[in-house]
């Protein structure tokens, strides 16, 4: 699998459709099993949420590009801003998840051990990730579901037949929405 970092302004996006007021902001949703931690995507939280997404790109991107340790420090600082652009429809929008799942939590798997118990790789590559990295996870791809559903019921018949998943993948407004979405600001991104 080839995965790439995922563009800050990429980040910036998804941030800002969750916390679009006209698709019901503020987005929530829960991050625990049992569902008792409710999280809350607002100005405020924002940085946080972003710094958190990149961060579970770099540990996939570390681990899947160079076997790095999933505590290695962060090789880029998310600043948060608004994007530069806000013309992004719904079905733009849920492709861009698409995007950033495909780059930062598919690999998963190959890197999640479920049963070690304590925070430390069992690889000595540091293939392996502890609990923290496994929470940090679990809680991008709840708040990305949360966006998902949020996003797909903006969608002007969604619900009905012929939408599903697997319909909007088909349509042409699908295939002609941007796979990755970059910024053009100069530093945007404080990469190696």
Known sequence: MSVRLVDHEHIRVLLWAGMRADLGAPLTWRADRDGRVRHELTPETAPVIGAKLVRVNELVWNAVSRGMDPRA??????????????????????????????????ALDDFIDEDDEDDEGDDADGSTWGPAERALAIEAKLFLLALHRRLTASIPGWGTPPWTDDHLFTTEVWKAAPWGIEGTRAGADSRD
């Open 73 to 106: 420090p962060l090789r880029s600082t998310y600043l948060h801003a608004e994007p530069e652009s806000t013309a992004w429809t719904p079905v733009e929008l849920i492709r861009s998840i698409d995007f950033y799942e495909y780059q930062s939590l598919d």
